[in-house]
Each structure stands twice: as structure tokens, then as C-alpha cells.
């Protein structure tokens, strides 16, 4: 037997990994597919949204382990060098760069032809609706999913203005149903935020930055080095307009245009993704603890895939039998 309801007996039930957006912290759904893997436990579907695209896509298509080997290469020189910044635009940041790296981890093709099944969520600001992205390109997918309102430029699809699937859906267990799934296994990389803790004035522990002895001597005192090494590349684009931006940059007393949109961001999420859960609960939820972890932190990956391996063990040992009845 099953003992998953409507499924019967004898037969293997169908397995999704939903992995829910966060940014940098998405590196712990690294460790969390590694820990999976060691007990035998393979997902037949995955869907992301957001970073949780990123890792579904790469993890899709095969190609997990050069994802990994990226994440822990990746200084926050390497980081700031993805982030093409343009004005005036609808997004600070073009993303053709993040485009082209993305096809360098990922199988390049279309979603329908990967060899397991993907989905990638996105937002439509034209109707306000979510979008599951289940065929075409999958790098126009995943740049889709990931496209931060106010931060990177939207993908245009047809008619469609697509943003960042954080919008509608954190962590896609909603997704994973239709899909098929008997069982489905979320990650929620938001459960540990400081509600916006982003933001000067909150406490530094909660602000989930560069530790001091890891900050680089560039001035960006007291700042997460990627985060503020693109604000600094905004004080020195010369277009009309930005005189305001350049200020707010420059106040002590204030967050800056990217810690008021992650902070937003933050805040926004974790409220989205505990409604949601509350009204579709996963069959196994993963919550790795990296609310310490930066929005932009993405060269912390070493650490932030580590806790995603503990938190994946730890909730697996503490489930027993009935997290994994495969």
C-alpha cells in the first residue's frame, strides 16, 4: 500500500519538489535536493518560482551538480558582474546578463522536452493573474520567474508582461497538485525573515549581510558588497531624472532604492507564503534557516546550501516513515 488517498495500492506515487522564491537564499534548495538524493528520494516533477525556478530547472534538466559548482564559485565581484543596470527603464537592471548564465545551467531547449517534468511561475501585470510557464524556452521561463517588479526589466511573452512569480505564488504547491502530484515535498526559504529586515534600523543580526570580516575594503561600510556596489554603479549612470535616487542613496539616515524594493519584497512574500500554506499545506514542508542570508547574497552559497541539506535531514529524520512513504 500507498497510504497516500487516491492512490492505489501497488502503484508509486508521483512525487513533486515545489521550491518557493527568496532570492540568494535560494542556494539552500541545493542542499535540500542533496539530501533528498541521499536517502533515494527523486521527485518524478518539480516546480519553481522565482530562485525555486532556477534550481527546479537546472535540477530538470540534469544539471544540478554545475549549478552547485556555480553557486560556491561565485564571489561578490562575480555577483555584481550578472547585474547590467540601465535607465530609464522598468526594471534597474536589464537581466541579459543573468540570461545568458542561466543558459550555461540549464539544458538549453524548451521546458516540454527536458527530461523531467518543469513548471516556472510567473506574474502577469496585464491581468494581475499568476502564469505557470509549461512549454517554450525554458531560459525565458526561469528569467520570467525571476524578474523582481521594480528591480530586473519584466519578459514580454505575446501579449503577456511577465514578473516575478513571487507575486501571486512563494512556494507552488498549488502548482505542484495540478500537476499530478500524490506527495508533494516544499521548500519556503521566507519562513525566517525579519518581516523587512532589509532595512537600516533593524537590528544587524536580522539584516542578513556580509559579516564585517567578510566585507571587501570598497567603502560600502556596514552593506551587503553586492547590494551596495549596484547602488553605487546608479550614482554614476548620467541620465536626467536620478538626481532624487542619487540622494536617497547617499542618506545615512535612509534605505536605499534596493533595500526599500527587498525589504518590500521580504514582507510581501512571507505573508503570501503562510496564507498559502495554511489553505494547501504540502505533504512535507522543508524550512530551511536562512533568514539570515542576504536578498543579494548570492556568493554566500557554501553556507546557505549547508543549511538547506540540515534542514532538509532534520525534517526527514523527524518525520520518519511518514515523511517519505515511497
Known amino acids: 500500500m500507498t497510504g497516500i488517498p ?14 518557493g522564491s527568496g532570492a540568494a537564499r535560494g542556494w539552500a534548495h541545493i542542499g535540500v535536493i542533496n539530501a533528498l538524493s541521499e536517502v533515494g528520494i527523486r521527485p518524478d516533477c518539480v516546480v519553481g518560482t522565482s530562485i525555486g525556478a532556477l534550481v527546479g530547472a537546472a535540477y530538470a534538466s540534469g544539471k544540478i551538480r554545475s549549478l552547485e559548482k556555480l553557486a560556491r564559485e561565485l564571489d561578490w565581484r562575480k555577483v555584481v558582474s550578472f547585474f547590467d ?10 537581466g541579459r546578463r543573468i540570461a545568458d548564465s542561466i543558459r ?17 511561475v510567473s506574474t502577469d501585470l496585464v491581468t ?20 523582481v517588479s521594480g528591480m530586473f526589466t519584466p519578459v514580454r511573452k505575446g501579449a503577456r508582461i511577465l514578473v516575478d512569480g513571487g507575486l501571486m505564488n512563494p512556494v507552488p504547491v498549488s502548482v505542484a497538485r495540478r500537476m499530478g502530484a500524490d506527495y508533494v515535498i516544499a521548500v519556503d526559504i521566507t519562513h525566517d525573515l525579519p518581516g523587512g529586515g532589509e532595512a537600516k534600523g533593524v537590528p544587524q543580526a536580522d539584516l542578513g549581510r556580509t559579516p564585517p570580516d567578510e566585507e571587501p575594503n570598497n567603502g560600502f ?33 535612509m534605505p536605499n532604492i534596493f533595500e ?21 499545506p504540502p505533504d512535507l514542508l522543508i524550512q530551511p534557516k536562512v533568514g ?3 536578498f543579494m547574497d548570492f556568493h554566500r552559497a557554501d553556507e546557505t546550501i549547508l543549511e538547506g541539506y540540515r534542514a532538509a535531514k532534520s525534517c526527514l529524520e523527524k518525520n520518519g516513515d511518514a515523511a517519505a512513504p515511497f
Open 104 to 120: 550555461n545551467q540549464v539544458e538549453p531547449g524548451n521546458i516540454e522536452d527536458l527530461p523531467l517534468p518543469f513548471r516556472a
Open 292 to 294: 539570515h542570508v542576504g
Open 6 to 19: 487516491g492512490v492505489s495500492e501497488g502503484a508509486p506515487p508521483r512525487i513533486a519538489l515545489a521550491l
Open 221 to 253: 561600510e556596514g552593506k551587503n558588497a553586492p547590494l551596495a556596489s549596484i547602488g553605487e554603479r546608479m550614482r554614476s549612470v548620467d541620465v536626467p531624472g536620478l538626481t532624487q535616487i542619487r540622494q536617497w542613496l547617499a542618506k545615512e539616515s
Open 85 to 94: 543596470v540601465v535607465f530609464p527603464r522598468s526594471g534597474l537592471i536589464d
Open 260 to 280: 526599500v524594493l527587498m525589504a518590500s519584497m521580504n514582507i510581501m512574500e512571507k505573508q503570501i507564503v503562510e496564507l498559502n500554506l495554511r489553505l494547501d
Open 128 to 147: 494581475s493573474r499568476e502564469v505557470v510557464i509549461q512549454d517554450g524556452d525554458v531560459v525565458e521561463a526561469v528569467r520570467a520567474s525571476i524578474s
